[in-house]
């Protein structure tokens, strides 16, 4: 009989200590996050990108900021506080900051995303299968490694043609540095204004080594001046340039943008008779 007791005894014991611990592990799984990288045309304006988390899990996440951890950049915090409900998707913006090119060919390690998840750290692999790292990395080391050898800018005088549909002017190369041979390879305008060489080449200019100086004659026209285009605003004095050094890169992208002073001038284009109509 006393066998029998301390057996019930025994049993109640464990159904005890088994009601107790089921809810507490429970209560401390992990939630199931899943996180790829964005960069649309607006992010890429403003120096971001955006880390979209998706919800694996059965139930909601409470997601309080999320830091994006992927050297050669520096980590980029997510100010975001949101609740991510099953199966759906929510964008966290980070603004990156200026990546380390000390290396002669940086590539970007495997990137992660820290979430801070009702208190907890969770880290979670982030797919870059569109490539955004890589592409904001050779575009930073790029730009520096030309600013290190030259600098590129808009000439201050703009004159209209002799057509009057036109603005003749100029994009200044000045060496800083280094004896590369710099080429000006090509060059586009902006959602309004049109940029081109006065006379086509192939590059169309190149600043040899023993220059230290050139200025390269460019006519600028309007290519649409409908209000939707103007719209737009200082991104229609936003121009792109792509430079080549002889040591490399072979080709990068500058941006070179129209100073206040001369953005009158530009937009007297959309004024100009040959230039009414146009885009509509």
């Known amino acids: 009989m006393r066998g029998a007791a301390t057996r019930l005894v025994a049993a109640l014991w ?38 979209q988390l998706l919800n694996d899990s059965a139930e909601p996440v409470h997601v309080n900021d999320v830091v994006l951890h992927a050297p ?8 975001g506080d949101a609740v991510i409900l099953p199966g759906r998707r929510i964008d966290f913006p980070v603004v990156y900051g200026q990546p380390n090119c000390s290396n002669a060919s940086p590539t970007p390690t495997a990137a992660t ?3 801070a998840v009702d208190g907890r750290s969770l880290v979670v692999d982030v797919d870059d299968s569109l490539n955004v790292l890589p592409r904001l990395l050779r ?52 959602v309004v204004f049109r940029l081109e060489p006065v006379q086509p080449a192939e590059p169309v200019a190149v600043l040899a080594a023993t220059d230290d100086t050139i200025s390269v004659p460019i ?29 490399g890169p072979q080709q990068a992208k500058v941006e ?16 100009a008779p040959a230039a009414k109509g146009v885009g509509s």
């Open 256 to 271: 070179l943008t129209a100073d206040v002073g001369i953005r009158p001038t530009f937009d007297s284009l959309c004024a």
């Open 14 to 51: 464990a159904a005890t200590v088994v009601g107790c611990t089921a809810p507490t592990e429970s209560a401390v799984s992990e939630p199931e996050l899943s996180a790829r990288i964005l960069q649309s045309n607006f992010d890429e304006s403003l120096a971001s990108v955006r880390i």
């Open 139 to 190: 575009l930073y080391c790029d730009g520096h490694r030309l600013a290190e050898v030259v600098m590129v800018t808009l000439g201050e005088r703009w004159t209209p043609d002799p057509a009057g549909d036109a603005l003749l002017g100029t994009i200044e190369l000045r060496r800083v540095g280094g004896d590369d041979e710099v080429t000006l390879q090509h060059l586009t305008g902006s």
């Open 113 to 115: 995303a820290q979430a």
């Open 72 to 79: 050669p950049f520096p980590d980029a915090e997510s100010d």
């Open 219 to 247: 006519r600028a026209k309007a290519l649409r001046c409908d209000p939707h285009a103007l719209a737009e605003g200082k991104k229609n004095y936003v121009f792109a340039v792509w430079l080549g050094l002889a040591g």
